[in-house]
């Protein structure tokens, strides 16, 4: 999906998956998380992580940028895991 360069530490990059958009963020130098880019609000599609956060743009969910986890705004749940893990020098799903 990306290759593991690409996604520096504390940050995030949208990719193509196999079934759809995923957020791959990277929490730490060997750590990586899939989520679904989609805010479960009303499905637009969130920012990339900044600050250790993540925004949706529509309505102003924010989002932990390790784990996805709902901080605030109307969603009521956190984004959706999405399975990845590290493979050599890529990201892949897991």
């Given at each position: ?50 600050g ?21 705004g ?21």
């Open positions: 999906m990306a290759k593991l360069a690409d996604v520096s530490v504390g940050s995030g990059a949208i990719v193509d998956g196999p079934s759809g958009k995923v957020l791959i963020v990277r929490p730490s130098e060997n750590e990586v998380k899939g989520l679904d880019p989609a805010c479960p609000h009303a499905g637009v599609t969130v920012s990339q992580p900044a250790g956060t993540i925004t949706c743009p529509g309505h102003g969910s924010v989002f932990d940028a390790a784990t996805g986890e709902r901080k605030k109307p969603a009521t749940t956190g984004l959706t895991p999405i399975p990845v893990k590290i493979s050599g020098d890529s990201v892949v799903t897991a």
